[in-house]
């Protein structure tokens, strides 16, 4: 008598089970949440450093404006009384101009202030301020020393 072998087959399942879906679901969801925080990120970067940016054309503007004037002329006079530079409100400082643009989101607002005798005798420091934003919170400055 010949003996037979008896072979069991077993069923292997061929693809994925739910909850091995579900794991890679969720972790290209935490994948895709990071990726989307950083674009978000990105964005606000972008839209800072445009207005830096813009308010550095504003100055450089400014700057040549008024280093392209007379030291005698009316813009760069003293005309508050105080020889602080830092003055950065419209109301009380030496100078003000307000500046608008159709493609800029922010308008901006230059202000500068002059004293006399400052770095020495014959000379006046111009400080000049450009803030933008609500409440005009950005702000940036320079000086521009001219000879009287």
């Known amino acids: 008598m010949k003996q037979q072998k008896t ?61 392209n004037l007379p030291s005698t002329h009316a813009w760069l006079a003293e005309t508050n009384g105080n020889p602080d530079l830092n003055i950065t409100d419209s109301a009380s400082a030496d100078h003000f101009q307000r500046l608008s643009n ?14 006399d005798s400052l770095p020495e005798m014959g000379m006046k420091t111009i400080r000049i301020w450009v803030m933008w934003g609500p409440g005009f919170k950005g702000k940036i400055s320079t000086d521009l020393i001219k000879r009287t």
Request: charged share 10%; net charge positive.
């Open 7 to 67: 072979i069991i087959q077993s069923t292997c399942a061929k693809g994925f089970t739910l909850v091995e879906v579900l794991v890679a679901v969720m972790i290209l969801s935490v994948g895709i949440l990071g990726v989307s925080q950083m674009t978000v990120m990105g964005i606000k970067v972008n839209t800072v450093v445009n207005q830096r940016m813009y308010a550095r054309v504003v100055m450089a503007t400014v700057f040549e404006n008024l280093n």
């Open 102 to 115: 159709p493609n800029v989101p922010y308008s901006y607002m230059t202000v500068w202030n002059v004293t």
